[in-house]
């Protein structure tokens, strides 16, 4: 067995998340495991919550869930895709709760393996 | 096997020793999202805003919505450079070497150029640079801004060879010539003496566009009508890091003399840089459409 390609994305860098979002689309036929990371570097505020899932795409621009919603409640919080096809990318809502408007500020890295 | 019964090296015309073969059906062979400096505690915010949403490459297997997979040159993989759907945001992936001699340095690839399809959601059909498709030429091609090829050299004195592709002016009408910046990249030290600040959209290798000159005659590619059919072109560019100067440009069957073509070289020397060869390719958006780049292989070759 011939040694394993890898790659991890930083797909968002100290992005300010509001209401809803979604990454820019990568592509990942190659890559046989995916493993998201949500870095919060500065939380929303108490009563608000980021929920966030991965969708896939048969040609990058079409797009649905792949999996349930999440939520980042955590520092740093990891989980895997499998059996994504061609393209993920992450998509979420920050939900304000009971404060007017909400924003959280993340990395989200993409780590994958053939 | 010697290079010329190997049809992965056959295609390229290196120069005696070769530095780098990257085929992106074994990885992405050190391309890397370009990225502006942070300080001593690791804190991104101190990244130029300009310097700090470059991109990840991407291993494509060149997937579109009309035919799926189109595969790449050789195998399945290419290297994709993406911009956001934001006019003038940029996408960089750089490799990074160092010099063990001095003289002729060429870089070769096969590479191609799309804007991204329209969708409902993206509505690019809709976005500047559409217009009337005819069944021939199809908007798309217009709303393709520049790639560029590009280096970072020093040799204590830094400096920077640039070429570039100008697909469309800034008002996305066409173009198809050959550009070069008459200064040199604003840096991040510069930022932080105060010199300068740019906004995040700005042009990081050069931000004014009247710093940006014609060579050559302008040159027709093959974006082949619609953004979902890939062709390969050939580039070879040479430079001499001898004399810090361009050589030449070739793009498939035309070539473009470089010689003339002026190095910009900053006045200030910089630490921490001794030997530095750097390659970078990036592509940019002039309307609210992904633009791609991407490469098939890539060669460096030298006559050191």
Same mark, same amino acid.
């Given at each position: 067995?011939?040694?394993?390609?890898?790659?991890?994305?930083?797909?968002?860098?100290?992005?300010?998340?509001?209401?809803?979002?979604?990454?820019?689309?990568?592509?990942?036929?190659?890559?046989?495991?995916? +493993?998201?990371?949500?870095?919060?570097?500065?939380?929303?505020?108490?009563?608000?919550?980021?929920?966030? $899932?991965?969708?896939? #795409?048969?040609?990058?621009? $079409?797009?649905?869930?792949?999996?349930?919603?999440?939520?980042?409640?955590?520092?740093?919080? #990891?989980?895997? #895709?499998?059996?994504?096809?061609?393209?993920? +990318?992450?998509?979420?809502?920050?939900?304000?709760?009971?404060?007017?408007?909400?924003?959280?500020?993340? $990395?989200?890295?993409?780590?994958?393996? #053939? | 096997?010697?290079?010329?019964?190997?049809?992965?090296?056959?295609?390229?015309?290196? &120069?005696?020793?070769?530095?780098?073969?990257?085929?992106?059906?074994?990885?992405?062979?050190?391309?890397?999202?370009?990225?502006?400096?942070?300080?001593?505690?690791?804190? &991104?915010?101190?990244?130029?805003?300009?310097?700090?949403?470059?991109?990840?490459?991407?291993?494509?297997?060149?997937?579109?919505?009309?035919?799926?997979?189109?595969? !790449?040159?050789?195998?399945?993989?290419?290297?994709?450079?993406?911009?956001?759907?934001?006019?003038?945001?940029?996408?960089?992936?750089?490799? *990074?070497?160092?010099?063990?001699?001095?003289?002729?340095?060429? =870089?070769?690839?096969?590479?191609?150029?799309?804007?991204?399809?329209?969708?409902?959601?993206?509505?690019?059909?809709?976005?500047?640079?559409?217009?009337?498709?005819?069944?021939? =030429?199809?908007?798309?091609?217009?709303?393709?801004?520049? =790639?560029?090829?590009?280096?970072?050299?020093?040799?204590?004195?830094?400096?920077?060879?640039? !070429?570039?592709?100008?697909?469309?002016? &800034?008002?996305?009408?066409?173009? *198809?010539?050959?550009?070069?910046?008459?200064?040199?990249? %604003?840096?991040?030290?510069?930022? =932080?003496?105060?010199?300068?600040?740019? %906004? %995040?959209? !700005?042009?990081?290798? !050069?931000?004014?566009?009247?710093?940006?000159?014609?060579?050559?005659?302008?040159?027709?590619?093959?974006?082949?009508?619609?953004?979902?059919?890939?062709?390969?072109?050939?580039?070879?560019?040479?430079?001499?890091?001898?004399?810090?100067?361009?050589?030449?440009?070739?793009?498939?069957?035309?070539?473009?003399?470089? *010689?003339?073509?002026?190095?910009?070289?900053?006045?200030?020397?910089?630490?921490?840089? *001794?030997?530095?060869?750097?390659?970078?390719?990036?592509?940019?958006?002039?309307?609210?459409?992904?633009?791609?780049?991407?490469?098939?292989?890539?060669?460096?070759?030298?006559?050191?």
């Amino acid at each position: 067995m011939s040694m394993r390609q890898s790659l991890t994305a930083v797909l968002e860098r100290g992005a300010t998340l509001t209401g809803s979002f979604a990454t820019e689309p990568y592509e990942a036929a190659w890559a046989a495991e995916a +493993r998201w990371f949500v870095r919060t570097l500065a939380p929303p505020p108490d009563g608000a919550r980021l929920l966030v $899932h991965a969708q896939v #795409s048969p040609d990058g621009l $079409h797009w649905c869930d792949l999996d349930e919603p999440r939520p980042v409640d955590a520092a740093l919080v #990891s989980w895997t #895709s499998v059996r994504f096809g061609g393209w993920l +990318r992450l998509a979420g809502t920050l939900e304000p709760g009971g404060t007017r408007s909400a924003e959280t500020t993340v $990395h989200i890295y993409l780590a994958l393996k #053939s | 096997m010697t290079r010329t019964e190997d049809p992965a090296l056959a295609r390229f015309n290196p &120069l005696p020793r070769v530095l780098v073969h990257d085929d992106f059906d074994t990885g992405a062979h050190g391309w890397v999202e370009l990225i502006g400096n942070h300080d001593e505690h690791g804190d &991104l915010g101190t990244v130029d805003d300009h310097m700090r949403d470059f991109r990840p490459p991407q291993l494509s297997s060149c997937n579109f919505f009309d035919v799926g997979t189109h595969g !790449a040159l050789s195998g399945t993989y290419a290297l994709k450079v993406a911009t956001r759907p934001l006019t003038g945001h940029t996408g960089v992936a750089i490799r *990074r070497l160092t010099m063990a001699g001095r003289g002729l340095v060429q =870089f070769e690839t096969y590479l191609t150029y799309k804007s991204e399809a329209a969708s409902a959601e993206n509505r690019a059909a809709y976005a500047a640079g559409s217009g009337k498709w005819d069944a021939n =030429f199809h908007p798309s091609e217009n709303q393709f801004g520049a =790639f560029t090829v590009a280096t970072d050299i020093c040799d204590g004195v830094r400096y920077h060879c640039v !070429a570039r592709y100008l697909n469309t002016d &800034l008002a996305n009408r066409p173009r *198809r010539q050959w550009v070069y910046p008459a200064v040199p990249e %604003p840096t991040p030290r510069e930022h =932080f003496e105060g010199k300068l600040k740019l %906004p %995040p959209t !700005a042009d990081f290798t !050069a931000p004014d566009p009247d710093d940006w000159h014609a060579f050559g005659d302008a040159q027709e590619l093959c974006y082949n009508e619609v953004p979902t059919k890939v062709n390969w072109h050939y580039l070879r560019w040479l430079i001499d890091t001898r004399t810090r100067t361009n050589v030449e440009l070739q793009l498939n069957d035309t070539v473009h003399d470089m *010689r003339g073509v002026p190095v910009p070289a900053y006045a200030e020397e910089y630490g921490s840089l *001794r030997n530095l060869l750097n390659f970078y390719v990036s592509v940019r958006t002039h309307t609210d459409v992904r633009n791609f780049l991407y490469l098939d292989s890539v060669l460096v070759s030298v006559d050191w």
